[in-house]
């Protein structure tokens, strides 16, 4: 029978639980358990397509063209594992799928509920997916914080599972935070007290509390909290802060957390093996020097619009034996009077320009004219999607001398559509997920930079765009020397671009960064750090390489 570890949040958001489940399923997989992971998110969107990033982070895209919360790009990067949409469960989906039913019938002569029936619909989807997955163990994390009224159908529907299921094949594991206050210096545990008694309140005691904090938790602190929350003091697991993220299943490791999930679930596994995973994990603090990567962005207010592109940056920085320093830029800075400017401080003393993906019109003229600097004075340049197509419009404006040439997106008049539309996006009238979405095949020319690149003719290449280059300039721009080496879609839609003559100006039409894994940096990833790396020695600044990656 399947098992199911349910993770929870107290106190507050943002306490790292996406790290915690994904670590703990690691160290399941570590130990030969066929694991996954699910995440629950309790807003009413259908999913995370609509949501600005600068408010709720990054929307992350798995194969299947499901636009989820970015917690699933941290269970695939730590599992090294394709996941579905389907492993993100929101209220709108559960509550569609609820209201589709009653019109049809399903219900006739009863009263729809929440319980039992958005509760049933909600079991239904989890053990559903666990078992197309094939894994014995799935991990679910619960978005929001204990006691939001949001969440309270989902904390339901696991309670009921325990009762189901049976309690050898359910865990529930609490994730709260231990604060401290600098003039006491004691960590303190009453908010994790009240967390769980919010919990208890539900019908839920946790069987394991993971304890977040600056430090680790002191034993006496541990004691205090098994006592208040009847939990056992073995079951009470420090989760300090660390050096990466992925030092995090070492650390619960060393706590011990293994004992009580595969002692409660009953699961006879091998040893934990975490001898390559460490070895992985310790490329993230085993850096000699460290490059510096200005992001030219529009949503540089949060860290976490650009989750996916930061992780794969540093992938590729550890893999080389260097550290990342990322500079964020507004790229409404590089827009009016004066840029020429404040470029030269913003980015004079970089090594290498990403232009990460975006929406809209605001800050893009600013993006426009970074492609153009980087052109002009050699910067290695990475152009991710959105940042790919105004690329080209820097080019057509700059090389080719159509000053008017825009994107569709931006400027629906402009007389040089270099950035079109895609055909089967002209009838579409919502906004929800009916961008192109998802995997498709990327077939890469030879010779080209590309090819130097991922050593293959094939690539996978995961993608969320509805506008595309209009391939009627594709001849002037290639003759300038914009060339395209790599098409999908049986050559309907270009998919990379490199730039003659320049050390690295490449973009994809895709997004590399969603296939990035700390394991397996993504090939593209690394040619743009090469190249950052190849500019910095160039420029005659000494840069030592980690001994593991020599």
């Known amino acids: 029978m399947p098992k199911y570890i349910f993770v929870t949040g107290g106190v507050m958001s943002g306490l790292g639980k996406g790290i915690t489940t994904s670590s703990l ?174 919990l208890r309140r539900i019908g839920i005691q946790p069987d394991v509390i993971v304890v977040r904090g600056t430090r680790a938790l002191p034993p006496d602190a541990k004691e205090k909290l098994a006592l208040f929350t009847s939990v056992p003091v073995q079951n009470v697991i420090s989760n300090p802060d660390v050096g990466s993220i992925y030092e995090v299943p070492e650390s619960l490791h060393s706590e011990g957390v293994m004992k009580p999930v595969m002692g409660h679930l009953r699961i006879r596994g091998k040893r934990t093996d975490l001898v390559a995973w460490n070895r992985v994990a310790s490329r993230f603090a085993d850096r000699r020097s460290a490059v510096t990567v200005a992001m030219v962005g529009k949503y540089v207010t949060l860290m976490d619009s650009y989750v996916s592109v930061n992780l794969a940056l540093r992938h590729a920085a550890a893999a080389s034996g260097v550290g990342v320093e990322i500079k964020w830029v507004e790229s409404e800075e590089f827009e009016g009077a004066g840029r020429e400017e404040r470029a030269s401080k913003a980015l004079s003393h ?20 970074t492609a153009d600097y980087a052109r002009r ?117 270009a998919e990379i671009l490199e730039l003659d003559g320049h050390p690295f100006f490449m973009g994809t039409q895709y997004h590399p960064e969603y296939c990035s894994r700390p394991e397996y940096p993504e090939p593209m990833f690394m040619a743009f750090m090469k190249a950052a790396i190849d500019a910095r020695r160039a420029r005659g600044e000494e840069l030592e390489v980690a001994a593991s990656a020599r």
């Open 350 to 369: 970089a090594d290498g320009i990403v232009l990460p993906q975006g929406y809209g019109k605001r800050g893009t003229e600013g993006k426009i004219w």
């Open 25 to 198: 399923a690691k160290l399941l997989q570590l130990s030969g358990v066929a694991v996954t992971c699910m995440k629950v998110d309790p807003y009413i969107n259908f999913d995370a397509g609509t949501m600005n990033p600068i408010a709720h982070g990054e929307v992350f895209v798995t194969d299947d063209g499901g636009e989820c919360d970015m917690d699933l790009g941290n269970y695939e990067r730590f599992l090294n594992k394709d996941l579905s949409r389907e492993d993100n469960i929101t209220t709108g989906q559960v509550y569609n799928a609820v209201i589709e039913d009653e019109r049809k019938g399903k219900y006739l002569g009863k009263c729809v509920q929440i319980i039992p029936h958005v509760t049933d619909e909600i079991k239904r989807r989890i053990r559903e997916r666990t078992a197309k997955s094939g894994s014995s163990v799935s991990v679910i994390e619960c978005g929001g914080t204990v006691g939001d009224i949001e969440s309270l159908p989902f904390l339901e529907a696991f309670r009921q599972m325990r009762l189901e299921d049976g309690a050898e094949n359910t865990m529930f594991v609490h994730v709260t935070l231990a604060p401290e206050i600098g003039v006491v210096g004691e960590m303190k545990t009453k908010p994790t007290q009240h967390s769980v008694q919010e």
């Open 377 to 493: 004075n050699g910067s290695p340049l990475l152009g991710l999607c959105f940042g790919f197509q105004l690329s080209i419009v820097s080019f057509a404006r700059n090389v080719l001398g159509l000053k008017e040439a825009s994107s569709t997106e931006l400027d629906p008049r402009t007389p040089d559509p270099v950035i079109d539309l895609l055909p089967e996006q002209k009838g579409v009238s919502n906004m929800g997920g009916t961008m192109r979405l998802g995997g498709h095949d990327v077939s890469i020319q030879r010779p080209s930079k590309a090819f130097d690149v991922y050593q293959a003719r094939t690539v996978r290449g995961r993608h969320r765009h509805r506008f595309e280059l209009n391939q009627g300039y594709m001849g002037r721009l290639q003759d300038a020397g914009m060339r395209f080496s790599a098409f999908s879609d049986g050559g309907r839609r």
